[in-house]
């Protein structure tokens, strides 16, 4: 049972391109959730979301920012116009339910914007 | 909105010395409580959690840890720590129902180096 897998791994991109990154939850898990780790600072929760539809946008920044995860293929996280301050590691984790159960980790995507 | 506060950001022991890290919570309602470790180069994996009863929770790798509801803390223990334990450990919490975002809050992590 492979596990939360996130692609790609590094991601390096120059200010005002965008960044698309991708997860692939553990079979059978509907959930999914995005982190950001900032230099220095703990994961940062940003959005929360099911098959097709987002559950909890309350730590995504209002703009630049969206996710999305289609009823068919992985959740994507994207980044339009990115900045330097977007420069971090973005985590997804996924879940077989919601209400606080255990959540699965992926390895991350560490975007560097140059 | 609940916090997390993790109070040793960096921590340096000896093999076969104990460990304790601390982690409060600020939250009034009920919560899940979670230590995860990531080693270098990996990715998070979950210690052990609290969801209710025992309050003292057995995780792995010899990990265990305490949850006193009246002082909002959930402290990590581990009686003899090894050269391997080295890793960056986060103290996390969510709210169950009600009380917020589903996903996790985390605090800042404790970066955690076992020397020889």
């Known amino acids: 049972n492979a596990g939360v897998m996130q692609n790609p791994r590094h991601l390096v991109r120059r200010r005002g391109q965008e960044a698309r990154l991708r997860c692939s939850p553990m079979k059978g898990h509907s959930h999914v959730y995005w982190y950001r780790q900032l230099p220095e600072e703990g994961l940062k929760f940003m959005v929360y979301?099911?098959?097709?539809?987002?559950?909890?946008e309350s730590g995504m920044p209002k703009e630049r920012f969206s996710a999305e995860f289609p009823k068919e293929g992985p959740s994507i996280l994207r980044i339009q116009q990115v900045v330097r301050g977007d420069s971090a590691a973005y985590f997804c984790a996924s879940s077989p339910s919601g209400g606080g159960t255990e959540a699965f980790f992926g390895q991350g995507t560490r975007l560097t914007v140059v | 909105a609940q916090s997390v506060s993790q109070h040793n950001h960096h921590v340096i022991l000896s093999e076969a010395a104990s460990l304790e890290l601390g982690c409060n919570y600020s939250?009034?309602?009920?919560?899940?409580l979670f230590w995860y470790v990531q080693y270098p180069g990996q990715h998070l994996q979950l210690l052990l959690k609290?969801?209710?009863?025992?309050?003292l929770v057995k995780g792995i790798k010899g990990f265990e840890a305490e949850f006193i509801k009246s002082k909002f803390s959930f402290n990590l223990r581990k009686p003899s720590v090894q050269w391997s334990d080295t890793a960056e450990y986060f103290c996390?919490?969510?709210?169950?129902?009600?009380?917020?975002?589903?996903?996790?809050?985390f605090g800042k992590g404790t970066h955690l180096i076992i020397q020889p």
């Open positions: 939250y009034g309602g009920t919560v899940n």
């Open positions: 996390a919490v969510n709210a169950p129902s009600g009380g917020g975002a589903d996903g996790l809050t």
């Open positions: 609290y969801f209710s009863g025992d309050p």
């Open positions: 979301l099911q098959k097709e539809n987002i559950i909890d």
